[in-house]
């Protein structure tokens, strides 16, 4: 198994059965800004391949890890 794949796996469990609703209540955020952030995230990870649901699932883990993470990515350019 590659790495990514191992991290994709740890990751996979953190939106598991997570709305955006709970992923912002999490982060005292508004869902307005969570469905922004999920949309950049698919644009995102949909370049790595993969299906768009899949793409979804992961912009939502990375989502739970930092609300702002797609902001992050696109300022730090990667």
Do not use: C, W
Not at 14 to 35: C, E, G, M, P, Q
Not at 47 to 68: M, N, Q, W
């Amino acid at each position: 198994m590659y790495f990514d794949d191992l991290i994709n796996e740890k990751l996979s469990r953190l939106s598991k059965n997570k709305t955006t609703r709970d992923i912002a209540k999490l982060h005292n955020t508004s869902s307005a800004k969570i469905k922004a952030q999920l949309k950049r995230g698919k644009k995102v990870e949909r370049e790595h391949g993969g299906t768009i649901s899949k793409a979804k699932d992961t912009a939502l883990d990375h989502l739970v890890e930092d609300p702002k993470y797609y902001t992050k990515l696109k300022k730090a350019k990667l």
